[in-house]
């Protein structure tokens, strides 16, 4: 069922009253990757919502907003096939009113705290997280779910959107599911659509170094300065490097020494397409 009001929504919501509910959040344009959430979602839950929203106050000024793939059509059909109870599309007005008031001198933002953000993706893309757990706490708020999914791909969001369930006691159990890859191991992301043949060749550069790194830790070396330089062999004028981080998996703390409980994630600009990826150093 594709609903894009609110209303409706809640009014659906209130005949589940005694089934446990599942939330995928995504925005749209759906790949292997969204649809193991919803795989994961339909064996944890007895209803599973799928929201597709292109959320306009999770992007900066000079970001891909206006140009973000939008397939709704396609992505309902992914969502029948795989048994989603509802799809919840609202459009930007259904979410944020009427008229220009998404900025937060008219608008409540939740703004995690900056130890989180000031860090990776956060560095670069400013009020990035504080969009993202807006809108995700209005989609909670909205559908009001026992379980909410989330994939490692974006591990730092994951790590935010805990630290706000628990530090507003939202009654909802965040669960996070792996990475999906091609078979070259190039991670899933709506946005590998904007890569050509050979940018998408030159975007394996970051599993290489993630993989690269891990099998370095294994063989023993954990100094994290030792580790992060064994990527700088793996990039050619043709990457951008954003960041190479090796940090705490549940806290990102910084670590001197990398150990079981590290994460290794990496942005790296290939073809002008922005790339993001991690790994844990323990499986
Ligand atoms: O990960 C995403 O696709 C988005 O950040 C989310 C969680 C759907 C919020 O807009």
Request: glycine share 6%; hydrophobic share 35%; charged share 30%.
């Amino acid at each position: 069922m594709l609903l894009h009001s609110i209303k409706e929504l809640r009014e659906q919501r209130k005949e589940w009253k005694n089934l446990k509910v599942g939330l995928v959040p995504t925005m749209g344009a759906l790949h292997e990757g969204h649809l193991s959430l919803i795989k994961k979602a339909k064996e944890t839950c007895d209803k599973v919502v799928v929201s597709v929203f292109v959320n306009p106050i999770q992007f900066g000024p000079s970001e891909d907003y206006d140009k973000y793939p939008r397939t709704l059509d396609k992505d309902l059909e992914l969502c029948n096939k795989e048994g989603v109870d509802i799809v919840f599309a609202p459009s930007p007005s259904e979410m944020y009113g009427e008229g220009n008031r998404l900025s937060n001198d008219t608008l409540t933002y939740v703004c995690p705290p900056f130890f989180y953000v000031n860090k990776l993706c956060g560095k670069t893309r400013v009020g990035h997280f504080d969009g993202v757990c807006t809108v995700v706490l209005k989609l909670f708020n909205i559908v009001q779910p026992d379980f909410a999914f989330f994939g490692q791909k974006d591990a730092q969001q994951v790590v935010i959107v805990r630290k706000m369930v628990k530090d507003l006691n939202v009654p909802i159990e965040i669960i996070q599911c792996p990475i999906v890859r091609e078979e070259s191991g190039l991670a899933l992301s709506s946005r590998n659509k904007y890569l050509s043949e050979e940018g998408k060749k030159d975007a394996l550069v970051l599993s290489k170094i993630l993989n690269n790194i891990k099998s370095c830790y294994k063989k023993g070396v954990v100094d994290v300065a030792a580790l992060k330089e064994t990527a700088y062999s793996f990039l050619t004028d043709k990457h951008d490097l954003e960041y190479l981080e090796i940090l705490n998996k549940d806290n990102l703390e910084e670590q001197k020494n990398a150990d079981d409980n590290s994460i290794v994630l990496i942005a790296c600009r290939v073809d002008g397409v922005r790339l993001i990826d991690n790994t844990y150093l323990k499986d």
